[in-house]
């Protein structure tokens, strides 16, 4: 590692570097593992968008599941699994929304289609059929016709602003290396974990 060993975002930053250029595919896909109020656990894929040292943050609408156990528990873990480097990190820490500034100024950068998709789609709801979903995008094409397409007011980013990481990268006869850090006073105290 040449990033400050001391920093696990700069840590992060050289690892995520060095998925970009050689993951085949998605090297910013992450699973979101959240939690509802009763303990109920669920993860999917999401896309990372952007991070810096306030957090890590991806988009989504506020009526899918994900959104609803934020609300009612704000803890999440994210896990970014780098088949080709043989690298995990893991990153638990509480969701909070991103200012509307920054989720209108994301929005405005995605394809129209994407825009478009966001309006049509119920995220997490129930459809009657595929057919459903295409009639929403069809109804929502027409409406936006070839004007701008606004952010809905159901559509926003959340930002994870850890509370811990851990890196794990593979090691022979499966002696991993692992290294956990938790912050404290004077920034993140670490250790190295038996794999």
């Given at each position: 590692m040449s990033a400050d060993v001391s920093n696990p975002f700069a840590i992060f930053e050289e690892w995520f570097a060095a998925a970009k250029k050689a993951e085949a595919d998605l090297p910013e896909a992450m699973s979101v593992a959240t939690?509802?109020?009763?303990?109920?656990?669920t993860s999917r894929m999401v896309l990372l968008k952007s991070f810096d040292a306030s957090g890590f943050v991806f988009f989504t609408n506020t009526g899918?599941?994900?959104?609803?156990?934020?609300?009612?528990?704000?803890?999440?873990?994210l896990l970014f699994h780098w088949k080709?480097?043989?690298?995990?990190?893991?990153?638990t820490g509480a969701a909070q929304f991103v200012d509307d500034a920054e989720a209108d100024a994301y929005f405005a950068t995605r394809p129209r289609g994407a825009q478009i998709g966001?309006?049509?789609?119920?995220?997490?709801?129930?459809?009657?059929?595929?057919?459903s979903l295409?009639?929403?995008v069809a109804k929502f094409t027409a409406k936006f016709g070839a004007g701008k397409i606004p952010r809905p007011p159901f559509w926003t980013g959340y930002r994870i602003v850890p509370d811990g990481f851990e890196f794990w990268e593979e090691g022979r006869f499966r002696l991993h290396r692992r290294?956990?850090?938790?912050?404290?006073?004077d920034g993140w105290s670490t250790e190295w974990l038996y794999p």
């Open positions: 939690a509802s109020k009763d303990g109920k656990v899918s599941r994900k959104a609803a156990d934020i609300a009612e528990n704000s803890q999440v873990a080709s480097q043989s690298r995990q990190v893991r990153i966001a309006w049509a789609s119920r995220q997490s709801g129930a459809m009657e059929g595929l057919f295409e009639k929403e290294r956990s850090f938790t912050p404290n006073s």
